[in-house]
């Protein structure tokens, strides 16, 4: 046979020079080096942003940690409902309220939903979505307690979450510089030290102290309202001037509210509708006009 090495070598040569070829083709369509990269090839699309929301999350039943550290509540369901719609994908980060509107201008974080109440003061340096949840302040005291109103506690030592709404109202009553109020990092904070006897009664909102009172009935509490509260609204805060994420925020907020899935999930953690008054947009100057 004529299969002597120097055949096979050719055989070898004309086999690689194939591939070569082939292999030059396969490159053909490849961009020269020196032209400006083409969109198709360019990298991979950038991965989707995911929206960083910081939320105080001691605060039920609208904001808690779960047994195994997940972040669970009507705030994060009605959040993550509104991302859904979006199109947005959410991360939820445990922040103390302590500086909470601080990380958006740091950017640390994009959105806070953390039962935070639209105010006109907050307003000046964030922005918020259309309002969510109307709320109102409430006192909660032990049951033997002689407290039947707000004015009543002018007198006593009253517990508050620093920097709260709670704590705004207080101060009005008792003076921004009383000794009587006892500020807390957090408001299941001021409740333990209601409960342990070191202030009289605690001011904070009523979902909170509702939640508080039904799911510790060994601290025998009970809660006070009064007309002197002026109602609240809870809204999610953003930076200020980040117009296109609150109009998504918005846009989403008003669908879900459109579709029942809002209020389904206020049916899940409050047993009734809201009272929010028809689409959120509409219920804004109501609550500017009794300022
Ligand atoms: N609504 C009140 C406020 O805005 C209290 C909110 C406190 N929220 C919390 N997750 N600790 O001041």
Redo the contacts with the bound molecule.
């Keep these: 046979m004529n299969d002597t090495p120097t055949s096979r070598r050719l055989v070898l040569l004309a086999f690689a020079s194939i591939t070569l070829l082939a292999a030059c083709g396969k490159q053909a369509p490849a961009p020269a080096p020196s032209s400006s990269p083409s969109p198709s090839a360019a990298a991979p699309a950038p991965a989707a942003k995911v929206y960083v929301v910081g939320?105080?999350?001691?605060?039920a039943p609208?904001?808690s940690q779960a047994p195994g550290g997940e972040i669970v509540g009507f705030d994060v369901e009605v959040v993550k409902a509104i991302a859904a719609k979006a199109g947005m994908e959410v991360k939820f980060v445990n922040t103390p309220?302590e500086g909470i509107f601080k990380t958006l201008d740091t950017g640390e974080r994009d959105m806070v939903v953390?039962?935070?109440?639209i105010t006109d003061e907050r307003k000046q340096t964030m922005d918020f979505s259309a309002p969510y949840f109307n709320?109102n302040q409430l006192i909660a005291v032990k049951e033997g307690s002689k407290v039947t109103k707000f004015d009543d506690l002018k007198p006593l030592k009253v517990g508050v979450?620093t920097?709260?709404?709670?704590d705004e109202v207080v101060q009005k009553l008792l003076g921004k510089t009383s000794a009587n109020i006892k500020r807390f990092e957090?408001?299941p904070l001021a409740l333990k030290e209601l409960e342990a006897g070191g202030v009289n009664a605690v001011v904070?909102?009523n979902g909170v102290v509702q939640h508080y009172i039904a799911n510790n009935q060994g601290a025998k509490f009970k809660s006070i309202s009064d007309a002197a509260f002026t109602p609240?609204q809870?809204g999610i805060a953003m930076k200020k001037g980040n117009a296109e994420l609150q109009k998504k925020v918005n846009d989403a907020l008003a669908a879900i509210q459109a579709d029942g899935s809002y209020d389904a999930i206020h049916m899940k953690y409050f047993g009734t509708k809201s009272t929010l008054a028809g689409a959120p947009v509409a219920a804004a100057p109501a609550a500017a006009a009794s300022k």
Excluded: K
């Excluded at 939320?55 to 605060?59: F, G, H, I, L, S």
């Excluded at 920097?163 to 709670?166: A, F, R, S």
């Design positions: 939320t105080d999350a001691a605060y609208f904001e309220w953390s039962a935070v109440t709320a979450q920097g709260t709404t709670g957090s408001t904070a909102d609240e809870y």
